[in-house]
């Protein structure tokens, strides 16, 4: 059974006329009664009774159409939403984001995007850079926003935002006055970092690194707020990205004080080279990729 012949036969039965059925349909009529009757005889049973003036349903044809209207009502609409899914106007978009980060740049982005396509789903999952990155290799998020360096050679990654880090110290620390600080000269401070998983402790490790030592740790945190909380409370010095400086979050801030080699982070968005992206997700991306540079 076709959903063409069932659209033949709902013609019919509102006409209730294979002739003037058949000129609403742009059809020859022995065509249509043709089709028609192909379709009884494969159901083993009549959908109308011919009378010389008229056609009228049997019982079973009265059943046929009553499911029959379903059948196309549900066929037009899946292809309704079908096309708006085409054009980016449906559909759900699963985007991978970086706790504190986002909560800085995501308020930028959304709004545009929400415009621009109202009738799309936005699920955010919040979570580490490593994890995220492994959420988009298997596939279970569209796109995500993560901290350089990415090891996984099957994403494509566009740079979105690059950004200082400063030093962290507390607001009574004999650091506190400086204009700019050499890090080699803290090898034998206390430092409070993020914990393992998190992009920026890597990137604080390797700071470190370079300036030729390895951090004392006294604590770890899995959120950059609460470790700057602990260094305004005088627990030790720690790094934070601009975005940051800008906004601490707590009652007592730490003091934020240049690095010598001004060092910088970058966040890409990232997504997988096989997949090809959606239209709502291509402009989520050149959102992040706009309303980032402006951070």
């Known amino acids: 059974m076709e959903l063409r012949q069932i659209r033949y036969v709902l013609a019919v039965a509102e006409e209730r006329s294979f002739s003037r ?21 494969m159901l083993g049973v009549s959908l ?11 019982d079973a044809g009265q059943r046929f159409v009553q499911v029959a209207q379903t059948l196309v009502d549900l066929s037009e609409g899946l292809e309704r939403e079908m096309r708006a899914y085409a054009v980016g106007e449906s559909g759900r978009l699963l985007v991978g984001s ?20 109202p009738g799309v789903e936005l699920q955010l999952m919040e979570e580490t850079s490593s994890h995220l990155e492994q959420l988009l290799v298997r596939g279970k998020i569209d796109v995500s926003l993560l901290t350089m360096p990415i090891s996984d050679p099957s994403l494509t990654i566009i740079p ?30 206390p ?8 992009g920026f402790r890597t990137i604080s490790l390797r700071l470190c690194e370079l300036a030729g030592f390895r951090p004392r740790i006294v604590f770890e945190s899995t959120n950059i707020q609460t470790v700057q909380s602990l260094v305004a ?3 030790g010095l720690s ?9 601490p979050g707590t009652l007592e801030p730490p003091v934020y004080v240049r ?37």
């Open 259 to 295: 690095l010598a080699t001004r060092p910088y982070r970058t966040l890409v968005v990232a997504y997988r080279k096989d997949k090809p992206l959606s239209r709502p997700a291509e402009a989520f991306v050149r959102c992040l990729v706009e309303q980032g540079g402006g951070l």
């Open 48 to 58: 109308f009774h011919r009378l010389p003036q008229h056609v009228e349903l049997t």
């Open 98 to 117: 970086l706790p504190i980060t986002g909560a800085y740049v995501l308020p930028r982005v959304l709004p545009t995007f929400t415009k621009q396509f």
């Open 21 to 41: 059925a058949a000129s609403r349909l742009h059809l020859a009529q022995p065509s249509l009664s043709q089709q028609i009757a192909k379709l009884e005889k």
């Open 191 to 198: 430092f409070i970092l993020l914990k393992e998983g998190q």
């Open 160 to 189: 979105a935002i690059n950004e200082e880090i400063f030093l962290a110290v507390p607001p009574k620390h004999p650091l506190a006055g400086k204009k700019e600080i050499d890090l080699a000269q803290l090898a034998d401070q």
């Open 239 to 247: 790094f934070a990205p601009e975005m940051i400086t800008r906004a």
């Open 233 to 235: 409370a005088g627990m």
